[in-house]
């Protein structure tokens, strides 16, 4: 059983969200290990004392981030030599990681950064490669006390290269085999009536945990055992089962964002990209754009948020804007034409909707999105989407649905 | 003194991130509050009783989160009886609140939801309006508990309405001042040496914070104390000071985001916008459209990733790629002029620079980011920045940095 302790006054007055935690529960345990507890406190010592007393009296390992800065507010190091009854050493192999550290940042090592090489006696320094904080491991009465700096990419470079492969090793927590399976295109509700027959069925090794974000589930398999064979096999006829039920729903087998999924899929075609957004105002392209690489296959994009931009850069004629509406199938599907001539790209997508909060009449209440794809052969799909009165969500939604559904398109060659 | 503890076991193993205790603390610091400490646990009644005892030793308020939806892992209700010794009983009210929110949105109450109407019998009820679980507002030897709902907008709800408003008649903690300052373009270690006389002049009960994001800080007064009108005018006048120093960093006063301080401004001018946008690949224009009303002032915009969309659609010469490359100040400037000129507007905003992480040269490395600004007589006004390495950081920098500086030359007539 592990505890975390995160601290900083930033925490506590909700200056800087704790993403530490999070980040370090879900690493550990996806390297089999249970996280118990998260306390955070200010950078006092009685309080931080306190909260150790509690979390060594618990558990048998105690991980703490934050509080190791050069400045005076930063109290860790000596609370923990107060805590474990121990004094501050000078340290030369942390002074020298300091010094290089920082050589060409900035010009002169002050006394501040000379403090940062104090570490306590009792302790082992794990050095930092990524920063001047060292990281401390304490270990007194069976009990593992890590103390790691608070800043994320520091703290991360430390679990994941000292910390759990040390953790491992000590307490071999097993073999733990894990398969997210990206679903959408059903809500949470009806997806859990479908599956709750496999679910039952599910060997009892194996955990499901859905994750849900909008539009989209990650439904997340975990098997937990000694025998890393039998763990694999069970959970490949777990997700050939899964696939069998839910099959049309399934877009990816990773745990990567929507974005990512879709650039490693469409980069693969050889083909090229563009799309014509009103609704969304740009956010599809950014999340196209988003993934390094995306030059490759993206041409650009138009965005016509005015009436007049869909016509003069899309083509879309004034009378069926007149007619129909902006938000209409055959003006949705004139921009995806319109953004595919322009451009010369083998795909194109556009949206036009209500984003909202303001806009919506009772014929097109807010959240009514329309989306057309446009394929090499200049056939055209187009769906009509309600998806809610939130505009942050909408406009999310609208963009992660149209590149899944274009990727879906393509593989089973309706595009 | 007050603690929050948050239930929850997808809170430990990192599936959600804990953003109610950040908000929580962040608007019980507003009135006056302090946190002192945030406890995170899982769904088991022994781990919540032995923290609910814990956080009720040590401060006399704990606010609770999480662990009341329907369903069987939510035992937070169960728990809190067991704490108090007391029992569940069932509450009309409460089932009538729960029947008008779900109807029409289910087909039928089941036995999970009238369970939901279940509540201790020694709190007082408090009613959510936007959600089916109950507030519950426990009192025992001087000891406040409250029990909230985990969804984040039903915590709000409950905090804002109810809970901070009665803890405030409680326990007057005094008058709260807070005055935010948005600076740009300086960074910390300079703004801080910058203001350092300045800091140590600041009267007593005025405290300042420094709250950094990419490429812009915000400066927060806070001052604490029973006489409304001296705290005020000591703030003004602290930030008066302050203007003299900094003022030309000063891009605006009021807590908000980047995005939102220029849809403000922007709309009260009345003119039109466009954006031309190669390296910010749409981030630019959904900022600008992620604010409600943005179609009053955005006509649309151009993500020309590839140089032939450069030429089709903002007409900018290929010879001058040719000659300069696409990150340039003559293309950029041409992107600018060829987007005023397609969409009409009033004025125009062109990026374009190598985001990373590919792409560099030793002349132009990642980071090299070229933004041009056009105003209504064609006077253009085009600047290089060198932001870093993160390609995240280097799109939303730049785009945040063409709407606050593009909204500065306005304010100052030099475009």
Same mark, same amino acid.
């Given at each position: 059983m592990i505890e975390i302790i995160t601290i900083g006054d930033e925490l506590l007055i909700g200056q800087v969200i704790d993403t530490n935690s999070a980040w370090m529960g879900k690493e550990l345990n996806l390297a089999g290990f249970e996280v118990v507890r998260v306390t955070s406190v200010r950078d006092r010592k009685d309080e931080i004392k306190e909260a150790l007393a509690g979390a060594t009296r618990r558990s048998s390992v105690v991980l703490i981030t934050g509080g190791l800065g050069p400045t005076r507010d930063d109290i860790t190091k000596q609370t923990l030599c107060e805590f474990f009854n121990t004094r501050l050493v000078f340290n030369e192999e942390v002074y020298n990681d300091v010094k290089t550290f920082l050589k060409g940042r900035v010009c002169r090592i002050n006394n501040l950064n000379r403090g940062q090489a104090m570490v306590p006696e009792n302790c082992e320094v794990i050095r930092n490669p990524v920063g001047t904080a060292p990281i401390m491991w304490f270990e007194k009465e069976q009990k593992i006390v890590v103390s790691m700096p608070g800043v994320p990419a520091e703290m991360k470079e430390a679990m994941s290269k000292h910390i759990i492969p040390r953790l491992k090793a000590r307490f071999n927590p097993g073999v733990i085999i894990h398969k997210t399976v990206l679903v959408y295109g059903i809500t949470e509700a009806h997806l859990a009536e479908k599956l709750s027959g496999w679910e039952e069925n599910l060997p009892k090794e194996i955990k499901l945990a859905y994750l849900p974000a909008p539009g989209r589930i990650r439904l997340r398999l975990t098997a937990r055992g000694h025998e890393e064979? %039998? #763990?694999k096999n069970n959970i490949?006829?777990?997700?050939?089962?899964l696939d069998n039920i839910i099959g049309e729903h399934i877009y990816g087998y990773e745990d990567l964002e929507a974005a990512e999924i879709f650039g490693q899929f469409f980069r693969s075609t050889g083909k090229? #990209?563009?799309?014509?957004?009103?609704?969304?105002?740009?956010y599809l392209a950014h999340l196209i754009t988003s993934i390094p690489g995306a030059s490759n296959y993206f041409k650009g994009s138009v965005v016509a948020y005015s009436n007049e931009l869909k016509a003069a850069l899309l083509g879309v004629e004034p009378d069926k804007i007149a007619k129909y509406g902006a938000v209409s199938q055959p003006v949705v599907e004139e921009m995806a034409l319109g953004a595919l001539k322009v451009t010369g790209a083998h795909y194109a997508i556009a949206t036009s909707g209500i984003a909202g909060p303001d806009g919506g009449t009772p014929q097109k209440p807010v959240g009514t999105i329309w989306i057309a794809w446009v394929g090499p052969n200049q056939q055209v799909v187009s769906k009509c989407f309600q998806f809610g009165n939130n505009r942050e969500r909408n %406009? %999310?939604?609208?963009s992660e649905t149209a590149l899944i559904e274009l990727m879906q398109m393509i593989k089973e060659k309706r595009l």
């Amino acid at each position: 059983m592990i505890e975390i302790i995160t601290i900083g006054d930033e925490l506590l007055i909700g200056q800087v969200i704790d993403t530490n935690s999070a980040w370090m529960g879900k690493e550990l345990n996806l390297a089999g290990f249970e996280v118990v507890r998260v306390t955070s406190v200010r950078d006092r010592k009685d309080e931080i004392k306190e909260a150790l007393a509690g979390a060594t009296r618990r558990s048998s390992v105690v991980l703490i981030t934050g509080g190791l800065g050069p400045t005076r507010d930063d109290i860790t190091k000596q609370t923990l030599c107060e805590f474990f009854n121990t004094r501050l050493v000078f340290n030369e192999e942390v002074y020298n990681d300091v010094k290089t550290f920082l050589k060409g940042r900035v010009c002169r090592i002050n006394n501040l950064n000379r403090g940062q090489a104090m570490v306590p006696e009792n302790c082992e320094v794990i050095r930092n490669p990524v920063g001047t904080a060292p990281i401390m491991w304490f270990e007194k009465e069976q009990k593992i006390v890590v103390s790691m700096p608070g800043v994320p990419a520091e703290m991360k470079e430390a679990m994941s290269k000292h910390i759990i492969p040390r953790l491992k090793a000590r307490f071999n927590p097993g073999v733990i085999i894990h398969k997210t399976v990206l679903v959408y295109g059903i809500t949470e509700a009806h997806l859990a009536e479908k599956l709750s027959g496999w679910e039952e069925n599910l060997p009892k090794e194996i955990k499901l945990a859905y994750l849900p974000a909008p539009g989209r589930i990650r439904l997340r398999l975990t098997a937990r055992g000694h025998e890393e064979e %039998i #763990l694999k096999n069970n959970i490949d006829k777990a997700v050939k089962a899964l696939d069998n039920i839910i099959g049309e729903h399934i877009y990816g087998y990773e745990d990567l964002e929507a974005a990512e999924i879709f650039g490693q899929f469409f980069r693969s075609t050889g083909k090229t #990209l563009t799309v014509a957004e009103s609704c969304s105002g740009g956010y599809l392209a950014h999340l196209i754009t988003s993934i390094p690489g995306a030059s490759n296959y993206f041409k650009g994009s138009v965005v016509a948020y005015s009436n007049e931009l869909k016509a003069a850069l899309l083509g879309v004629e004034p009378d069926k804007i007149a007619k129909y509406g902006a938000v209409s199938q055959p003006v949705v599907e004139e921009m995806a034409l319109g953004a595919l001539k322009v451009t010369g790209a083998h795909y194109a997508i556009a949206t036009s909707g209500i984003a909202g909060p303001d806009g919506g009449t009772p014929q097109k209440p807010v959240g009514t999105i329309w989306i057309a794809w446009v394929g090499p052969n200049q056939q055209v799909v187009s769906k009509c989407f309600q998806f809610g009165n939130n505009r942050e969500r909408n %406009i %999310i939604r609208t963009s992660e649905t149209a590149l899944i559904e274009l990727m879906q398109m393509i593989k089973e060659k309706r595009l």
